[in-house]
């Protein structure tokens, strides 16, 4: 396989037979070498500036994550309504949407440094109004300016793509996607914790459980500005060993070379549209899950945060034991598997037969945020990746993550407008819907699936 191909891609799952399809050919996966040792000596790694780059990127998914629990009582109280919410979630992807081409652009410019700095201004300023707001059209726009500043993952992609060895680049790409389930799925535990914190008043600042998050990430951000200050450097490119760099040479050769390869077009549009599910989904457990636990079962916002912050944890689980599901499965199954855990966490929510119970409700929702997402949504950009040769990768890689913040904001406006007007088992059955239509897609493209991935281990 060629190591410039898997230089910008996160972790990839491969089936037991691919990888023996590539330690036949003679081509150990990257980093390994057929006795499972690796290949090269790791030059060293400026760990300081690395340890920014997860600080930087934990406080940016935590802009998310930390404000789960207390964003309906919080918009509520200042005179939003439910439809209100959807976009109240929604703005904060369109932030971040709209900024990450300007901010990869700029990096590429000035230095990532500079960017890292500026996107932390715009984070302290955003979370500032957030906690200031006098009424939900600040509020509203300190969502925007926080999701615009939070845009930075391309950039930590970027560092760990210019700063760590190719032997070594899948572990810290783990890394760096595991910090940022963490921030999105496990600080909500904070919330609680947060809570018991004591409620003062001064001036124009109010300090209490739901103006908490807020201001602990506006602290938070200002201690970060001086870390990447006095601690990030820009990266620059490691020194490979002599071995490695024979290797790249021959792998420039072989990209040089026409190769007859394409990738399949309809099985790039089917891993589109399959992300677009799984994100979609996601977004409206984000957007009604914490008001329903707060409204429907009267369960206080501390407990709403941990219980999201627990089902966080176990989602944690499941994507660190991907490395060893992908050995008995294959990318195309674990996707059907997502799929599936996630047709049956929408389908019993959405069934007309009575209110369902507290325990009916986590348990789907389990299903749904800690099983399905964690292990669909991983392996369908790991397929997505698979299948790209001879084409833009970052460019298409892109795509899909702009996608995701596409369905991310349609989905999220979708639920609030959908659950004031026909309840919260409209949503559902909204997500059913798409669910079984992705289903119908993957199984429409699964032939595809194959040959493309079998196509793509021949090469």
Known sequence: MSHSLSEERIPLLSSKDEHKGLSKQGRPLEGDSLNGEAR???????WKSLCVVYLVTLLSESSRGLFLASQWPYLERLGGSKSMLGMFVALFSVGRMLSTVPLGFL???????????????????????YCVAPGVSVLLISRVLVGFGSATMSLSRAHVTK?????????????????????????????????????????????????SPGWTLFVANVLCLFVIFFYYYDPQPVSHSMSEENNDTKSSSAMNSSSPYRPDFSVLGACLFLNVCFRGVIAEFETISSPLMIDMYH????????????????????????????????????????????????LWLAIPVGRPSFIVFLFNMALVWSVAYPIGQTAVLSLFSKVLKNVPVGGFLGVFSAL????????????????????????????????????????????????????????
């Open 107 to 129: 990096s590429d410019r000035f230095s990532i440094k500079t960017v890292f700095f500026w996107c932390t201004i715009f984070q302290i300023f955003g979370h500032f109004l």
């Open 40 to 46: 090269y000596d790791s030059p060293c790694i400026e």
């Open 404 to 459: 995701g913040s596409f369905a991310r904001i349609i989905f999220a406006c979708l639920a609030g407008g959908l659950w004031s007007i026909g309840g919260f088992r409209s949503v559902f059955t909204c997500a059913v819907i798409f669910v079984v239509a992705s289903i119908f897609v993957f199984a429409f493209a699964f032939s595809s699936f194959r040959e493309q991935l079998k196509a793509r281990v021949d090469i």
């Open 163 to 211: 700063a760590t060895p190719l032997v070594e680049r899948t572990k810290h790409f783990g890394y760096l996607s595991a910090v940022q389930f963490i921030g999105f799925a496990v600080l909500p535990l904070a919330n609680g914790a947060l809570a018991e914190l004591p409620v003062f008043s001064w001036a124009f600042i109010t300090f209490d459980p739901l103006t």
């Open 299 to 346: 369960v206080s916002v501390a407990d709403t945060g941990f219980i999201i912050g627990v089902l966080g944890c176990v989602g944690l689980v499941w994507y660190l034991s991907l490395a060893w599901l992908s050995k008995y499965f294959g990318d195309a199954q674990l996707t059907l598997m997502g799929l599936l855990l996630l047709l049956l966490g929408t």
